[in-house]
């Protein structure tokens, strides 16, 4: 099983201002029976290996040093890809293609870490989520910010219909979390639309409608923590701390 992790945004609204990657906010996580910081990125990446993905590839921008150091120090096995320019996600997910080799993969932005102690990861390389790709979803207050999926219920499976990006007229009160496991069918649509700049959620989309399995999951919408926004760091921060002491720390 192969992850890959997109840490090359321009990142506008983290507060920033460039200095560093937001990527590498520190979140509070459980360690060994104890309670430490480490970076966003960091804590994907433990929670990928420990999850038995053995092969994790990082997508950062070229000039990104502390990033870059920090990878090759903590994490000389993760293999680091660059994003020349800010083409999107959507062109950050392609850079990946080659790594990727044709074969379904996690994905995980740099910037969330969903806290349920490493089962979506499990799950992916149990072999679970075979020949179709999975969706986490969660109950968000304005799905127009969101990727948006519309969804049914088929016995114990939610199967996605459609989804879109940002949409004026929801058709869920969903949005999509950041991280997936993906056909390859993702990535080959990926490669068709590049040079239209083509982004990630039609790329999923376009496998729905080519006949592909996408199913979603249901998450609580606190498990997924999200630095992406100066304003709600420090209660991401707290939310971290509480399921660090819940993991028994």
């Given at each position: 099983?192969k992850g890959?992790?997109?840490?090359a945004?321009?990142?506008?609204r983290?507060?920033?201002d460039?200095?560093?990657?937001?990527?590498?906010l520190?979140?509070?996580?459980?360690?060994?029976?104890?309670?430490?910081?480490?970076p966003?990125?960091?804590?994907?990446?433990?929670?990928?290996?420990?999850s038995?993905?053995?092969?994790?590839?990082c997508v950062i921008?070229p000039?990104?040093?502390?990033?870059?150091?920090?990878?090759?120090?903590?994490?000389?096995?993760v293999?680091?890809?660059?994003?020349?320019?800010?083409d999107?996600y959507?062109?950050?997910?392609l850079?990946?293609d080659?790594?990727?080799?044709?074969?379904?993969f996690?994905l995980?932005?740099?910037?969330g870490?969903?806290?349920?102690s490493g089962?979506?990861?499990?799950?992916?390389?149990s072999?679970?989520f075979?020949?179709?790709?999975?969706?986490?979803?969660m109950k968000?207050?304005?799905?127009?910010n969101?990727?948006c999926?519309?969804?049914?219920?088929?016995?114990?499976?939610i199967?996605v219909?459609?989804?879109d990006e940002?949409p004026a007229?929801?058709r869920?009160d969903?949005?999509?979390?950041?991280?997936?496991?993906?056909n390859q069918?993702?990535?080959?649509n990926?490669?068709e639309?590049?040079k239209?700049?083509?982004?990630l959620?039609?790329?999923i989309n376009?496998s729905?409608?080519n006949?592909?399995?996408?199913t979603?999951?249901?998450i609580?919408?606190k498990?997924w923590?999200?630095v992406?926004k100066?304003k709600k760091y420090v209660e991401?921060l707290?939310r971290s701390?509480?399921?660090s002491?819940?993991?028994g720390c």
């Open positions: 099983m890959v992790i997109t840490a945004g321009l990142g506008t983290s507060g920033l460039g200095k560093f990657r937001k990527e590498m520190p979140l509070y996580d459980c360690r060994d029976g104890r309670t430490v910081l480490r966003v990125l960091d804590c994907i990446i433990n929670g990928m290996s420990n038995g993905v053995r092969e994790i590839a921008k000039d990104d040093l502390i990033t870059r150091t920090y990878l090759s120090n903590e994490f000389p096995d293999e680091i890809l660059y994003q020349p320019a800010p999107g959507g062109n950050a997910v850079m990946a080659s790594f990727v080799s044709g074969e379904d996690l995980n932005a740099g910037d870490f969903l806290v349920d089962e979506f990861f499990r799950l992916a390389v072999g679970k075979k020949n179709k790709s999975v969706l986490n979803i968000v207050e304005d799905p127009r969101y990727g999926p519309s969804i049914e219920v088929v016995g114990d499976e199967r219909l459609a989804v940002k007229k929801p869920s969903y949005g999509l979390c950041a991280v997936y496991f993906l069918d993702v990535m080959d990926l490669r639309a590049a239209r700049g083509g982004e959620t039609p790329a376009k729905i409608q006949g592909n399995e996408v979603a999951r249901i609580e919408g498990k923590l999200s992406g100066a991401v707290r701390l509480e399921e002491e819940l993991q």
